[in-house]
């Protein structure tokens, strides 16, 4: 494993580094100092200046500016650049891997995938330039040609979280960049540096194929200069955003008053139904995946497990073993061994004790877990024991989400149907999943009346999503989707024409207008 | 005084990190998801239904716990 000076030079980052790039350019800003510190050990890792109100007026002038050029710009011509990114990624995967892990504490091996997440969306973003069709469609009128087309849409604002520091950026970019689109991005105060070291990796491309500067930009400022006037700014016309419900919705009303249009990833609180007919052998292994992966700190973490009252006390005795051999194993996120690392924050650590408290005096009962682990290497506090606890749905913290690895396991009875009730009686709507290998139940769950989820999984737990599916959820989890599928769309702006090629002037729905 | 209903959550967090546990006491989250709240202490409290007068105390309180701190 690299050590920490060791990923720092590679990446070219310094002790100090500047915030504020337009693609290949930086900028000296003169805001704030942010210091990154390492969720492993507490110990400073780099600092990352600030931009300004004013910075942020040059960076949005610069990216209008630069649109009128890269619209124009044919889209597998776009697409080219995403292709070399992901080249350029491929070469620094392991390196940056180690900085997700470094800067936001989740193992190794997840560092690694979300790089991969990167490359990814950067493969299927090359292809989909290619395909960012319309429809030909037939017109009521004589020699009249009816189509709709896609046109590039403008500037896209991306604010993204700690828990997936750059891959979210990617899922947003590759598409946008290939879709003609420039892009704004906004890090999180926690993880400025794997930001920094993204736009460090990519400014050879840029450079080779002198891509205008103001196409990629990316700011590390506050809310107080880069919040509410970034949300209100007519001059950006997509906003995504992900990160928690309220975030969003304080986005969802500034982004609306303007009529702009929004792309929102806010929270889950993602459940997995286990009927009697479910395989443990599959369900327990994916759903303990689901519960402790990234220390319970990602959107798609299970938060709740449904389970049918017959196959009850068997599950809970399985997964609470599982959570034993787990627990041997929280530690170093960079050490190949761990399964666990640290939470992000000790207010994260906080929340995670809190929603212990709160259950057991809502009336639900800890099976497991729910300490600040102890042991050599774990000293500042950040690790703990994940929980398992009995609840009912109706706590109100079972309603909530806590961003760590803190799962209410939840009794149900008689149909399948009694268990998607519950797994939709929440405000949230992001992911769920099914065990079963019963035909019926997993037809149901998938069915109309089934899971209201914006993602709803058979035999697979509810994290870790693919790139080629649109990713997001419903209700208070925003409605927005990214990465696959026909999520490009959203990066694009719709437009239906007409084309007369007669010498007659016929008006649709047969109207008559003799001048 | 250092602490007024103007300064964003995110720099009450950042300069005066006791005021997550406070604030959580009166039903104010000031972290969700692992990020800070967008927004001015002000607002936080407007959203959890406290008076004008609510609002001045809180402030006070903080301060109290600032000079307490420091």
């Known amino acids: 494993m690299m050590t920490k000076q060791e990923i720092l030079d590679k990446l070219g980052l310094s002790d100090v580094n500047m915030g504020l790039t337009t693609g290949t350019e930086w900028f000296d800003t003169k805001g704030k100092t942010t210091t990154s510190y390492s969720p492993i050990d507490g110990k400073e890792i780099a600092s990352v200046k600030n931009g300004t109100l004013e910075d942020y007026e040059m960076v949005i002038n610069k990216a209008r500016e630069a649109f009128k050029t890269w619209r124009m710009v044919p889209a597998p011509v776009r697409a080219e650049v995403v292709r070399q990114i992901g080249l350029a990624l491929r070469e620094y995967k392991e390196p940056l891997g180690a900085l997700v892990t470094l800067e936001m504490g989740k193992i190794y091996q997840e560092g690694l995938g979300e790089v991969q997440e990167m490359i990814d969306i950067c493969d299927f973003a090359v292809g989909q330039a290619r395909l960012m069709n319309g429809f030909n469609l037939q017109s009521e009128r004589p020699m009249h040609r009816l189509t709709e087309q896609y046109q590039p849409l403008g500037v896209v604002g991306i604010v993204t979280s700690y828990n997936f520091p750059v891959a979210v950026w990617a899922w947003n970019s590759a598409l946008a960049i290939a879709a003609g689109d420039v892009v704004i991005w906004k890090p999180s105060s926690k993880t400025p540096l794997t930001a920094i070291a993204t736009m460090n990796i990519i400014q050879n491309v840029l450079k080779d194929n002198n891509v205008p500067e103001g196409v990629f930009n990316m700011m590390v400022a506050k809310s107080s200069v880069m919040g509410d006037n970034f949300l209100g700014d007519k001059r950006v016309d997509l906003l995504s955003l992900t990160g928690s419900t309220a975030v969003g919705k304080r986005a969802a009303q500034i982004v609306g008053k303007r009529l702009g249009k929004t792309l929102l990833e806010l929270g889950g609180n993602n459940a997995v139904i286990v009927t009697p007919n479910a395989d443990l052998k599959l369900a327990i292994p994916s759903t303990v995946f689901g519960t402790v992966g990234t220390a319970g700190q990602r959107c798609t973490t299970t938060r709740r497990i449904i389970i049918h009252e017959d196959i009850y006390d068997n599950f809970v005795e399985k997964f609470v073993n599982a959570y034993k051999s787990v627990e041997k194993k929280i530690g170093n996120p960079l050490d190949s061994n761990t399964l666990v690392g640290p939470l992000i924050d000790k207010y994260s650590v906080e929340l995670f004790q809190e929603a212990v408290t709160k259950v057991t005096e809502e009336g639900g009962k800890v099976l497991f877990g729910g300490d600040i682990a102890k042991g050599q290497g774990l000293e500042n506090g950040l690790y703990v024991v994940p929980a398992i606890a009995e609840a009912q749905n109706h706590f109100q913290i079972v309603q909530e989400e806590t961003f760590a690895p803190i799962v209410y396991l939840i009794k149900y009875s008689g149909s399948v149907e009694n268990a998607i009730a519950i797994n939709n009686d929440v405000p949230q709507g992001l992911s769920s999943a099914i065990f079963t290998k019963d035909l019926l139940e997993a037809e149901t769950f998938l069915s109309g009346m089934g899971s209201d989820c914006g993602i709803a999984n058979v035999n697979a737990g509810t994290s870790g999503a693919e790139i080629g599916g649109a990713f997001g959820g419903e209700k208070e989890t925003g409605g927005g989707r990214e990465s696959g599928s026909d999520a490009w769309k959203v990066y694009m702006r719709r437009q239906t024409s007409t084309i007369n090629y007669s010498t007659d002037l016929p008006l649709a729905q047969g109207i008559e207008f003799n001048l | ?70």
């Open chain 2, 1 to 70: 005084m250092k602490i007024t209903k103007d300064i964003t959550i995110e720099d009450l967090i950042e300069e005066y990190p006791f005021s997550v546990k406070y604030l959580s006491t009166k039903g104010i989250r000031c972290i969700v998801c692992g990020e800070p709240i967008w927004g001015t202490l002000e607002e936080a409290c407007i959203e959890k239904n406290f008076t004008e007068e609510d609002i001045i105390q809180a402030v006070k309180e903080l301060n109290e716990l600032n000079k307490q701190n420091n």
